[in-house]
């Protein structure tokens, strides 16, 4: 399979602990937060997302904590499974009269370790 | 479940050859981007369709690069001549909306250019 990971920072996490993604944004304009996995070899994968005028959203096993006073952004996952390997990238959507953009952060490697 | 086609999987060609790259959106969605990503990078837009008309083809290479949406439902991306700066995964993805909705992706094409 493919290296997504070559130069990302990585997260190692022993299975079962609990994993926490962090992602700093910039764009302020912004009006939705959202967690991609990818998985080596396949395309993005929704995960959860966030309003900006929210700071918490909770889904199965993951939960996303918006400071906008930071511009910071966390990915919390619960009991953290060997299927949750994956590059992890948050993204910024503004919505606009030209559309819905994304914009995507750097990713983050999650390891699980047995 | 439905998702998002693309094909081929994989493409390797040499510098100067075209190449062409299709995808299947999410029955019933109407809008459709085409992104760019580099490996260890995330996604970077390259153009956004609604139906059939484009929307956002602001970062897409012109002098090489075309799409098009000719009925409104599937897609090709293409690139003429390809250049080696080229290789990297292109990836599809979808919305039910214009404006909110989540975009869905498909698992990418990955191009090597020789």
């Known amino acids: 399979g493919e290296s997504v990971g070559l130069h990302l920072p990585t997260l190692s996490v022993q299975e079962g602990d609990n994993s926490i993604i962090n992602c700093a944004y910039s764009n302020s304009a912004s009006d939705y937060f959202i967690w991609y996995k990818q998985e080596s070899g396949k395309g993005p994968q929704f995960i959860i997302d966030?309003?900006?005028?929210?700071d918490k959203r909770q889904g199965q096993r993951v939960t996303v904590l918006l400071n906008k006073t930071v511009k910071h952004l966390s990915l919390q996952i619960a009991a953290t499974q060997p299927g949750d390997s994956a590059v992890y990238f948050c993204?910024?959507?503004?919505?606009?009269?030209?559309?819905?953009?994304?914009?995507f952060g750097t990713g983050t490697q999650l390891k699980v370790e047995l | 479940e439905a998702e998002v086609a693309q094909s081929p999987r994989y493409k390797i060609t040499e510098k100067s050859q075209a190449v062409a790259f299709w995808c299947d959106p999410i029955?019933?969605?109407?809008?459709l981007y085409w992104y760019r990503q580099i490996l260890g990078q995330g996604p970077e837009l390259l153009v956004q369709?609604?139906?059939?008309?484009?929307?956002?083809d602001s970062q897409l290479p012109k002098d090489r690069f075309s799409a098009e949406r000719l009925k409104g439902v599937d897609s090709t991306l293409k690139i003429q001549p390809a250049e080696l700066g080229d290789s990297a995964m292109y990836l599809c993805a979808s919305s039910s909306d214009y404006y909110q909705e989540t975009q869905y992706f498909g698992p990418g094409t990955r191009l090597l250019v020789l």
């Open positions: 369709f609604q139906d059939e008309s484009v929307v956002d």
């Open positions: 993204a910024e959507k503004i919505l606009t009269g030209g559309g819905n953009k994304l914009t």
């Open positions: 029955s019933g969605h109407a809008t």
């Open positions: 966030i309003r900006s005028n929210m």
